[in-house]
């Protein structure tokens, strides 16, 4: 028992190692052959261009490692952005009330997702692609597919565009999420329950863990998320469209699993989903930087995922086809 | 009668909105307009088939869009060098089964959740294709356009093409040997070990199946305008998961069938012109959509309940 755990601790700490080697990596390479890349006003720059993805991946971490999904996290950024712009501006509320308002409907919406997940046992991959499509319909049936929201304040634009103490002012607010769900998952008991549903959802009702509340508890904190997410995004843009967000779902999910954290849940880190979000947007920042086409990052991002599912399976796969060759040989010889 | 009650459902869905559309806006039954939608619709229901196959077998494919933009933009430039469009079609297929076979190797051979792995390849697929073509439109040549034949008599042969598909499979999956092992395999892969079937064959030559038919859908797609978009196929993962949960199939695996996903693919597809005859604003129609895979999976789950509470 003891030496699983620690093989196990071995295992998750061997992949984010490897993950940082190659985040180190990716970094040296482009600084140098990069024009420009890796200066303090670039890496400002990613900071700024990965916040609202790696906001919905810290919020996908959670899910993943229950063993659920949430597809709906990139539409519901999309309807979070148009209620705040439309609150703002037809409804004529002052932006915090706008913002607070959002981050309400946000946490609305993921309810949505938790009540029919927990309170019903549907799967949450069909759930979510349900809201995945009411949420952006929803966006386009408020703008009729093609209202923009623009002209918000200086002093919004601030939290998108702006540095403050030298530092992208989204910054802070990402950082404060981060270290919230750092401590959620790893120093309390909500994290081990998370854990513990995603390995075994009968055998930790049966340990007395409120299971359903649990689950819950992660969907409704993505949805507040994602409204937070929505925000910063309308604030770095100074737009907000009903296409906000398409496809970010994808990324966020991406991010999560390059970061170690296993589909079927049980096992996984907050940190590991951090690294995976820089490694992406380091990245993507880099191509650029190297003159190379964009879409050769998500080329490479792909291959990337690829390659790191397959090195956490290769091991076993082939001590498996070991074993077999081996029973094969005792049943011969005993024939 | 009781076991096919989600189809049953679906179907009887399908006839209320058909039916409040003959009241109310019988325009919706002119034929051409009519035999337009169905030849749109022609290839979804192709992949939708194929859809259905994978998820039976309980795993997911969410790349299908990003392998029918990347077939549809190869067989549009082999038939912009003159192949003939018997040998297109058969590129087109084949290109699709080797990206299937990717997929599958990948899923089967290594055992990864083919979730991820689809996903990885949906990415990668589509960005190779972009950097490679740069969003370039692809002209075709005379004669491709509806298989050379007039306007109506093309989409007729798009309907019956895929209708004709659609019953192959459908009667495979019921009484073809490699029908049932699917179901086993979706069931409990390992009790199907155990019976002698091999999962990860299966599940493999599903994979390889799944491309092929998106080959074939990205012909059904390209014959029908002048040029190819390299952007085609958009989002098509997310409309033919939708209409094969809508049609019943258990996304848990094992349960299903092909006629039902007939039923849901008509009904979403009905959703966007309907709205049109109905004079009610285009923009609802994802909205709209998303309410019926929801509306969908809670009647199903609180079916599983009242049964579980029973039994």
């Given amino acids: 028992m003891n030496t699983d755990k620690r093989t196990r601790k071995d295992n998750l700490f061997r992949h984010e190692a490897i993950l940082l080697i190659v985040l180190v990596a990716e970094w040296i390479f482009f600084r140098a052959i990069g024009r420009n890349f890796g200066t303090y006003d670039n890496s400002c720059d990613i900071l700024r261009h990965s916040c609202e993805i790696g906001l919905l991946a810290l919020a996908m971490t959670p899910i993943i490692l229950t063993g659920g999904i949430d597809l709906s996290v990139g539409s519901l950024l999309g309807l979070c952005a148009i209620l705040f712009g439309k609150l703002w501006r037809d409804g004529h509320l002052p932006i915090p009330i706008a913002a607070l308002c959002a981050i309400a409907a946000g946490a609305l919406a993921g309810g949505l997702n938790a009540a029919l997940i927990t309170r019903l046992r549907l799967p949450p991959l069909i759930v979510t692609l349900g809201t995945f499509s009411l949420f952006r319909g929803l966006a386009e049936a408020i703008t009729h597919g093609l209202d923009t929201f623009t002209n918000f304040p200086n002093s919004f634009l601030f939290l998108g565009q702006e540095r403050w103490l030298g530092i992208p002012a989204q910054a802070p607010l990402f950082i404060a999420i981060a270290i919230f769900f750092w401590l959620l998952v790893h120093r309390t008991t909500f994290g081990r329950s998370f854990r513990a549903i995603g390995f075994a959802p009968e055998g930790a009702r049966f340990a007395g863990i409120p299971a359903g509340r649990r689950v819950a508890m992660t969907y409704v904190l993505a949805g507040i998320v994602s409204a937070i997410a929505a925000i910063i995004y309308t604030a770095r843009l100074g737009q907000a469209k009903a296409d906000a967000g398409n496809g970010y779902e994808l990324f966020a999910i991406t991010a999560v699993v390059l970061g170690g954290t296993s589909i079927f849940g049980g096992t996984g880190s907050v940190h590991g989903t951090l690294l995976g979000v820089a490694a992406i947007a380091v990245l993507q920042s880099g191509i650029v930087h190297a003159l190379q086409p964009s879409e050769m990052a998500g080329m490479l991002t792909g291959a990337l995922l690829i390659l790191a599912l397959a090195s956490s399976v290769l091991p076993k796969t082939i001590s498996s086809l070991r074993a077999r060759k081996s029973a094969l040989k005792l049943a011969k010889q005993n024939a | ?311």
Avoid at chain 2, 64 to 91: D, E, I, K, N, T
Avoid at chain 2, 103 to 121: D, K, M
């Fill in chain 2, 1 to 311: 009668m009781k076991s096919y009650f989600r189809e049953l459902s679906v179907a009887g869905a399908l006839a209320i909105l058909l039916l409040v559309l003959a009241i109310f806006a019988p325009s919706f039954y002119s034929p051409q307009p009519l035999l337009s939608l169905s030849a749109g619709a022609a290839g979804s229901l192709v992949v939708a088939c194929g859809m259905a196959l994978v998820i039976i077998s309980r795993q997911i494919d969410i790349s299908v869009g990003s392998m029918f933009a990347v077939c549809s933009v190869c067989a549009g430039l082999l038939a912009a060098m003159h192949w003939p469009l018997a040998l297109v079609v058969a590129a087109s297929i084949f290109i699709g089964a080797i990206f299937g076979a990717f997929n599958g190797t990948l899923v089967a051979g290594l055992g990864l959740p083919s979730i991820v792995v689809t996903l990885a390849t949906m990415v990668t697929w589509r960005e190779g294709l972009r950097w490679l073509r740069q969003g370039e439109f692809v002209n075709l040549p005379e004669g491709i356009q509806w298989f050379g034949l007039s306007q109506k008599s093309g989409q007729w042969a798009l309907v019956i093409g895929a209708l004709g598909i659609l019953t192959l499979l459908a009667f495979m999956m019921k009484h073809f040997s490699i029908g049932r092992f699917i179901y086993a395999v979706g069931s409990d892969a390992e009790v199907a070990r155990l019976s002698g079937i091999r999962p990860k064959l299966t599940t493999f030559l599903i994979f390889v199946l799944m491309g092929a038919l998106v080959g074939l859908a990205a012909i059904m797609n390209i014959v029908q305008s002048p040029q190819v978009d390299p952007q085609s196929g958009t989002g098509l993962e997310l409309k033919v998961i939708a209409a094969v949960v809508v049609g019943g199939v258990a996304i848990s695996g094992g349960r299903g069938n092909l006629w039902g996903v007939f039923a849901g693919l008509l009904l979403l597809a009905c959703i966007s012109p309907a709205l049109t005859h109905l004079h009610i604003e285009a923009y609802w129609e994802k909205a709209i959509q998303g309410s019926i895979i929801l509306l969908a999976v809670v009647a199903e789950g609180l079916r599983n309940q009242k049964s579980s509470n029973h039994g």
